[in-house]
């Protein structure tokens, strides 16, 4: 069964901007023991500041800024909020929450949002287990359906998350749009949804944040040749990455770190293939990202890693490569050229297969 990603309802979000003022005016209630302040914070705009609370209630007033997300919390309890300029109702304990008096403000489109996205992945998953739990389908019946169903629900959260971008082009409703849309959509759509968005927020450190991941990304997907890069490992010897890759051979590169559960889960099928393959010309190489050295040797020690290995390569091939999580498996050809990327469980074999005889 795929992933079950975030993802959010089908629907048009409230038209019409609220007038606003240059100063977001915020009325809290602390429906909680205990807290005699709240802590509110805007990142962005270097906000970082504890305002007491009196009789369960607080006030605080910070500039209006419908480009950023902020946050009010206290104890164990807090809520996100964009400070748009309009007077805030917030209420922070068991049911923390925001609510902006003006139905139209950016704030009250950013709680429609967030409800619309709970709604739809309610209704998602309602569906999957009435599917997963119907006795009278084959499992192929079962997975066929699985699938239809997360076809159609991810296409028109793509397209629902594309209206919302234009409809709140000149506010952060529709950056989050985006991030949110593009954990499916792929990266040209996700550029091209980028490109849609106001001049004052390409200019953020987010929007550009992504554009890069993007880019790199672009650079080194299927069929575009390797990247070098040069690490000092744990001996503080330096180890470049050509060393390993467009070579002549076949190299099926892991990335990996000691902490992570799934990449240790990969490690048997890695194996697997080192075993049925390496006589015929297929190298291994695991490259160890986001780790201690001395966890990492000891964890490829009890997992039996008995391949090369490039430990202590940090963030280095991440950011080059455009990793975002790991295992992330890529299979290299002779020459250096990028012929797979993201290989996880049977399909690493069914892969090297396709290139080993």
Not at 206 to 214: D, N, T, Y
Not at 275 to 300: I, R
Not at 320 to 330: E, F
Request: hydrophobic letters at 40%; charged letters at 25%; a negative charge.
């Amino acid at each position: 069964m795929k992933r079950i990603l975030t993802i959010a309802a089908v629907g048009v979000l409230l038209a019409g901007c609220a007038r606003t003022s240059d100063i977001t005016k915020i009325s809290g209630t602390v429906d909680a023991d205990a807290i005699d302040e709240v802590n509110v914070a805007v990142p962005e705009m270097s906000i970082d500041t504890l305002v007491p609370v009196t009789n369960g209630k607080f006030y605080v007033e910070i500039p209006a800024n419908p480009l950023v997300f902020a946050s009010v919390a206290a104890a164990n309890y807090g809520v996100q909020f964009i400070p748009d300029g309009t007077e805030l109702d917030i209420v922070i304990g068991t049911e923390s929450k925001a609510v902006s008096r003006n139905p139209k403000s950016v704030q009250s489109r950013f709680a429609a949002y967030q409800e619309k996205v709970m709604a739809i992945m309610n209704d998602f998953n309602t569906q999957a287990r009435a599917i997963m739990s119907d006795t009278g389908l084959t499992e192929e019946e079962r997975n066929a359906r699985l699938d239809s169903n997360y076809t159609a629900v991810t296409e028109s959260f793509v397209d629902f998350n594309e209206r919302t971008v234009k409809e709140n082009s000149d506010n952060i409703i529709s950056l989050l749009a985006v991030q949110q849309a593009s954990m499916l959509a792929g990266d040209m759509k996700t550029d091209s949804l980028l490109n849609l968005l106001s001049p004052a927020l390409q200019q953020t450190e987010g929007v550009k944040s992504m554009k890069a991941e993007i880019q790199t990304r672009i650079e080194t997907a299927e069929g575009k040749m390797f990247k070098d890069f040069t690490v000092e490992d744990s001996d503080g010897k330096s180890v470049r990455f050509s060393d390993y890759v467009g070579k002549g051979k076949y190299v099926l590169v892991d990335f990996w770190a000691s902490w992570c559960g799934p990449c240790k889960a990969e490690i048997p099928n890695i194996r697997n293939v080192y075993e049925k393959y390496h006589k015929k010309g297929l190298e291994v190489l695991s490259v160890a990202v986001w780790d201690q050295p001395q966890a990492t040797k000891d964890t490829a020690k009890v997992y039996g890693v008995n391949w090369n290995q490039i430990i202590n390569a940090q963030q280095i091939p991440t950011e080059l490569y455009g990793i975002q999580g790991i295992p992330h498996i890529i299979l290299f050809g002779p020459d250096g050229t990028i012929l797979k990327r993201n290989l996880r469980g049977e399909e690493i074999e069914a892969e090297v297969a396709e290139y080993i005889k």
